[in-house]
């Protein structure tokens, strides 16, 4: 029978509970304990989707197609587990579930409530984790912070969860924050114990309470939230802000979390054996020499909109021993012109996914620069169709060379929609979406990089390569160096005459973890590496 950690949020949100939840999950996992993740998220919307980068930052796609919240990619990364469609559940599908069961009867004349029929739905999808993925322990990661209206329905469930699974079967972990106050040099405690007290009202005590600081956390504070709050001194934890999210299951190990959860759960478990990821973040942390790569995006201000982009550069520059340094570029600063004087202090470029026609004429440019100048390139999906349009219009000489999903009536639609994606009306879930195999062409940069015949990788796009301009781009130098094993769809395209031009129309982000960096990715940045930055070439010696 799964055990079950549930965790909630006080104070204010964005103080790391999801990086806390696969902390917790690496930490159980060290002990050969299984462990699966899962997170509530209250908002309304089926999935996050249809939701803006700016509302709600990466959209996460698991292998088995869902559009998640970014939290899951931390969990993977970390726990080392692909999570399924099952790992996501928000207010959205519950009552949409509720609603379509009462709309055919199968509460017949009964009134639907939120008590017991809504919770009983988030209990069932709770449930449906541990059944589906046969974990010892099942981490439950409740979106938002205690308190907010949306979030009533989810703890009054996970309060329901201990009475029906067991008291010794359930643990609740609060993540909080602690205020510093600068006029006085101290740390607060009271939001902790208010938020706490509101988790009580609604009859949830936490056994463990995680308090987030970015300053050192005196004993005495530990001792305060202790007696304030009814919860073991040695349950009481501060996980103060580090150099690097990877720390934090070092930190958690230090305070002995691992074993006041196995010991509360009875679980059997081994020591902890947490070597390699220590090795690995005292890697991380070494001082290194640099590589600068130029992320072209749209949505650069907000850069939790790349999280994986990020997370999956730094896993690959520590394979090289370097440290990553991400330019932010906004592709709209390239526009009509304007100078191009940022893409010439980075080492490569990458231009990630994305939807929509503002920003394009500047990836487009980037493209260019990389092409023209041999900077190392990669793109990401959205990132493939701006390198097939930017050659395009090179091959063609024409400037009328685009997607029909930037211009419907383009002379040369190089990137068009998939079959049966261009009369799409309705928008949530409708993409492409999730793992296909891709082939990869022998003797290609691609097929290189992976050292394998055939990857499994991660899509969402509605959009492709059009194959009737396959052949002509060809002729000049464009390779399909990945393709669907019926050879249809273009996955990977190269350039055969240039040192690393190499793009994918899938998302590789998703599937590189810290001790495992993704090929692209990897052979990228070791392209990069190489690259002198202008003006960085040592001068001639004057004889
Ligand atoms: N907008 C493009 C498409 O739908 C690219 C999508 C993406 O980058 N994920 O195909």
């Keep these: ?58 959209v996460f796609v698991t292998q088995d197609g869902a559009e998640t919240d970014l939290d899951l990619g931390h969990y993977e990364r970390f726990i080392g587990v692909d999570l399924t469609q099952a790992s996501n559940v928000t207010s959205g599908q519950v009552y949409s579930s509720v609603i379509a069961h009462e709309r055919k009867g199968d509460f017949l004349g009964g009134t639907i409530q939120v008590v017991p029929h809504v919770t009983n739905e988030i209990k069932r999808r709770i449930r449906q984790v541990a059944e589906i993925s046969g974990a010892d322990v099942v981490i439950v990661e409740v979106g938002g912070t ?16 201990r009475k029906d699974e067991g008291r010794d079967n359930v643990l609740y972990i609060h993540v909080t924050f602690l205020p510093h106050i600068a006029a006085t040099d101290e740390l607060k405690t009271k939001p902790t114990q208010h938020s706490v007290n509101e988790l009580r009202r609604i009859g949830i005590q936490p056994d463990v309470i995680l308090c987030r600081s970015d300053n050192e956390i005196p004993e005495g504070v530990q001792d305060k939230i202790s007696l304030f709050c009814d919860v073991d001194k040695e349950a009481v934890i501060p ?19 691992g074993d006041f959860i196995v010991n509360r759960f009875e679980l059997k478990a081994k020591e902890s054996n947490l070597g390699d990821w220590r090795d690995m973040v005292n890697k991380l942390k070494a001082p290194k020499e640099s590589v600068t790569i130029g992320l072209v995006g749209k949505y650069v201000e907000l850069r939790d909109a790349y999280y994986s982009v990020r997370e999956a550069l730094c896993h690959a520059a520590l394979t090289h021993n370097r440290e990553v340094k991400i330019e932010w570029l906004s ?31 500047g990836m487009i440019e980037a493209a260019k620069f990389a092409r023209e100048r041999e900077i190392p390139y990669l793109g990401l999906c959205l990132g493939l169709q701006v390198m097939v349009i930017e050659f395009g219009r090179h091959a063609f000489h024409s400037q009328d060379v685009n997607s029909t999903e930037f211009s419907s009536d383009t002379a040369y639609p190089v990137i068009d929609f998939l079959p049966g994606q261009q009369g799409v009306k309705q928008k949530g879930g409708t993409m492409r979406l999730g793992t296909y195999p891709c082939h990869l062409v022998p003797r290609t940069k691609a097929a290189r990089a992976y050292g394998c015949e055939i990857a499994y990788e991660r899509h969402r796009h509605r959009l492709e390569f059009n194959n009737s301009f396959r052949q002509p781009l060809e002729e000049v130098g464009m390779i399909a160096s990945g393709v669907s094993p019926d050879g249809e769809l273009v996955e990977i395209t190269e350039l055969r005459n240039h040192p690393w031009m190499v793009s994918c129309q899938f998302h590789p982000e998703f599937r590189s973890r810290p001790d495992s960096p993704h090929p692209l990715f990897a052979d990228f940045v070791g392209a990069a ?9 040592p001068s001639l010696p004057i004889s």
């Excluded at 390239?334 to 503002?358: A, E, M, S």
């Excluded at 590496?529 to 070439?537: S, V």
């Design 239 to 257: 996980v103060v802000t580090g150099e690097t999210i990877y720390e934090v299951p070092l930190l958690l190990e230090e305070y002995k979390l």
């Design 146 to 161: 205690v308190g907010d209206i949306e979030g009533q329905p989810f703890l009054e469930a996970i309060r329901q969860m």
């Design 1 to 58: 029978m799964a055990k079950y950690v549930f965790v909630t949020g006080g104070v204010v949100s964005s103080v790391g509970k999801g990086v806390s939840v696969a902390s917790i999950g690496k930490i159980l996992k060290s002990r050969s304990v299984s462990v699966s993740a899962q997170k509530l998220d209250p908002y309304l919307n089926v999935d996050p989707g249809t939701m803006s980068p700016y509302q709600h930052g990466e």
């Design 331 to 361: 592709s709209e600063e390239f526009q009509d012109g304007h100078d191009n004087n940022k893409l010439r202090q980075v080492q490569g470029i990458i231009v990630p996914g994305g939807f929509g026609h503002r920003g394009i004429e």
């Design 529 to 537: 590496k190489e690259t002198l930055i202008e003006g960085a070439q």
